[in-house]
């Protein structure tokens, strides 16, 4: 039998309706990363039913950490540590997630800590690039964030600009249903916006000042185009529609990127101790990075100014081996944290 | 040993049974964010052999439930030992020999309810029966109600220990698979907004 891995890390995500187990070797390397998702559970309801998310948690973990444990192809005697999502997201989900690892780590005799979920999203571009280092600027999209990240270095985060109401995915689903598409939204919206062109249906670009977003104002501007148009909303303007939509909020996201980049304030954080204070590295990720117009102009806006990664599918959408990921750091930066649930945290 | 977990209701409960079912410990706490079930257990069961966890899976509070099962869950997963369910309103009447009206917190005023020969139910204070003792764990703003309702509680002092009844109830308590663990809620909710 060869060597085992060291720094193996188990982790659990239950923080909304994916339910993931995880085994991550040093941070770095992705043993097994099982993913289920719920989407089939919620669909008839049109949006996540919390109370139904926690009960699926509780059935579903058992046999993803069978085959998390199976799939590393280790022991529970080779996890040396524990990790679970406290927050943010659905209490009654964070809660069973916290629950079972705090179960396991009582078993095992190993320690657990507790990750905020946002960090976890950025960490999986760390997943995708073996060499990427903080300092770095990190989108995070998702349906629950709009956040702009500053990443000064490992287990260090400041919010710098966020969204006012909506988050990004929030709108594409609300303006998918307004489209009369199914669930989830934002990849049915994503499909027909392949299919319409943005300009023959202009929708405003939503800009606050500073880093801020907002996209209720958009929703509004769809609700009231579409009452407009009444009879006349065939299958073209509705693609067109769709088109507009996702190119606003796109533009609207990559807007505060390139203002960000260009801020002095970047400067404020030495890279490494006696280093430059330069962002060479830009992370766009969450289950809004998916999106087709977001990655291809997002690659555009940034530029030749920094290096962007933007993880593949399966490590955008929610997954317990980006929280493994940045419990190795945190733990390595900050020591264990707590694991009590905070579904507020970070938002 | 075999552990027995109950946080459903207003207080929380941690037994520890031999495997022929004496209570070797037991302690009870006031549920509510400042209990560290995780830390209780550690300190309880220190460094012996769990063969067996038991989990009351209500009916009760959500929160509570959601952290005493998916905690139990996740030990007895741990340990590659079976879990069995004890429910909470049965545990409560076993702590007696005579005819009781069980009951658990179920928030807003309201209890949950056993009455001998009857399923368990949702109820108001005004709702419950009269002619007989009630016995369970409730808040304190719930008990007064109760009280003030005109009915009486069992004192502690006559009753079997949560140990002692939860002892009693694993002799049937089921043994059940790790994923088909069930929460008994008893309170409908609506999917739909
Ligand atoms: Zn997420």
């Known amino acids: 039998m060869g060597a085992r891995p060291l720094g193996l890390t188990l982790a659990i995500e239950t923080s909304c309706d994916e339910t993931s187990v995880a085994v991550v070797a040093d941070g770095r390397r992705v043993l097994a990363n099982v993913v289920h998702s719920q989407v089939d559970l919620h669909a ?90 903080p300092p770095l600027l990190g989108l995070v999209v ?29 709108a594409f689903d609300k303006a998918a ?34 880093l801020e977003y907002s996209f209720s104002g958009l929703k509004t501007a769809l609700l009231y185009r579409l009452r407009d148009l ?59 990075a998916a999106n087709t117009l977001l990655r291809r102009r997002a690659a555009e806006v940034v530029g030749g100014r ?12 929610d997954n317990a081996a980006m929280v493994a990921a940045a419990a190795h750091f945190a733990v390595a930066a900050n020591g264990v944290e707590p694991t009590t649930v905070d579904p507020s945290l970070g938002w | 040993m075999i552990v027995v977990v109950d946080t459903s209701s207003a207080r929380s409960a941690l037994a520890l049974l031999s495997p022929d079912g004496t209570v070797v410990a037991e302690e009870i706490h006031e549920s509510g964010r400042d209990f560290d079930l995780p830390g209780r257990f550690r300190a309880l069961a220190g460094d012996q052999t769990v063969t067996k966890v ?30 069995v369910t004890l429910r909470t309103l049965h545990i409560q009447a076993a702590r007696s020999d005579d005819a009781v009206v069980a009951v658990a917190e179920a928030g807003r005023g309201r209890v949950y309810l056993l009455a001998p020969g009857a399923a368990p139910r949702l109820a108001e204070p005004a709702d419950l029966p009269r002619d007989l003792p009630i016995v369970g764990w409730l808040r304190p703003t719930t008990e007064s109600a109760l009280r003030a309702a005109g009915l009486h509680f069992q004192p502690d002092s006559e009753l079997r220990t949560f140990g002692n009844a939860a002892s009693l109830m ?24």
């Open chain 1, 44 to 133: 008839e309801f049109g949006g996540v039913v919390p109370e139904l998310a926690a009960r699926d948690h509780l059935e579903r973990l058992p046999h993803l950490l069978d085959l998390a444990l199976e799939g590393a192809g280790v022991q529970p005697a080779d996890v040396k540590l524990l990790a679970v999502t406290r927050g943010p997201g659905l209490a009654g989900c964070l809660l069973v997630g916290v629950g079972v690892a705090e179960g396991l780590s009582a078993a095992w005799a190993r320690p657990v800590t507790g990750v905020n979920h946002l960090w976890g999203h950025i960490y999986a571009a760390m997943l995708t690039r073996p060499d990427l280092e």
């Open chain 1, 142 to 170: 998702s349906g629950a964030h709009s956040d702009l990240v500053l990443m000064p270095e490992h287990g260090r985060f400041e919010v710098i600009g966020r969204t006012r109401d909506d988050a990004a995915g929030e």
């Open chain 1, 177 to 210: 249903r307004m489209l009369g598409l199914g669930y989830p939204g934002g990849p049915a919206l994503d499909r027909l916006a392949r299919t319409g062109h943005a300009e023959r249906q202009p929708l405003p670009r939503p800009s606050l000042p500073g």
């Open chain 1, 230 to 288: 009444g009879e006349a909303v065939g299958p073209d303007a509705r693609a067109d529609l769709a088109a507009a939509f996702e190119q606003s909020v796109v533009e609207s996201l990559l807007e505060k990127v390139d203002a960000a980049l260009s801020s002095p304030f970047m400067g404020r954080y030495p890279a490494k101790p006696g280093g430059g204070g330069e962002i060479h590295e830009v992370v766009i990720c969450g289950g809004v």
């Open chain 1, 306 to 317: 920094a290096r962007l990664t933007m993880p593949p599918l399966d490590l955008c959408t």
């Open chain 2, 54 to 83: 038991a989990v009351a899976v209500g009916p009760g509070s959500f929160t509570g439930l959601r952290v005493g099962v998916s905690f139990s869950l996740g030990l007895a997963i741990g340990l590659r030992v079976p879990i």
């Open chain 2, 170 to 193: 694993l002799e049937s308590a089921p043994e059940v698979a790790y994923g088909s663990l069930k929460l008994e809620y008893m309170q409908v909710f609506s999917a739909r907004a």
